[in-house]
């Protein structure tokens, strides 16, 4: 009888480990090597965080998890900064796509669209019921 139960990561790494490898093969012709790392980067004046990003970089692709700018410190660029060096890192380790969600109502995606990002698709009914859209840009 097959029983299913709440686990832990490390409880799963080498059942992961050995079946993982033979999924790559079959959809990416890979058996191995997927790189997965997570980032942070902050913005700091005199010392004090003023804003922060924060997301994870696999396979090529970074994804914007976490980007807040200090409510009296908007739109002064310090937001574009963070996105510009989290694009340098990931150009670094040879990244090809940046993506990242956000309300689909929210002002905040004038400022995405400002930077390069489009419209790739949505999530209705999302966080709270609110419609999330997605957004993607080439690196």
């Known amino acids: 009888m097959i029983t299913v139960s709440k ?50 970089y696999e396979e090529g692709v970074l994804y914007i998890d976490d980007l807040i700018v200090a409510k009296d410190k908007r739109n002064l660029g310090i937001g574009k900064s963070l996105i510009e060096k989290v694009e340098e890192y990931g150009k670094e380790m040879g990244g090809h796509k940046i993506y990242l969600i956000t309300g689909k109502t929210w002002d905040v995606r004038k400022f995405y669209e400002s930077l390069g990002f489009i419209g790739a698709g949505e999530f209705k009914n999302h966080y709270r019921h609110v419609d999330f859209i997605i957004y993607e840009k080439s690196l």
């Open 7 to 56: 686990s832990t990561s490390e409880e799963i790494k080498e059942f992961n480990d050995r079946e993982w490898i033979d999924a790559d093969n079959k959809y990416y012709g890979l058996a191995s090597g997927w790189i997965k790392e997570k980032y942070i980067f902050k913005a700091e004046e005199n010392g004090n965080i003023v804003g922060c990003i924060s997301g994870k």
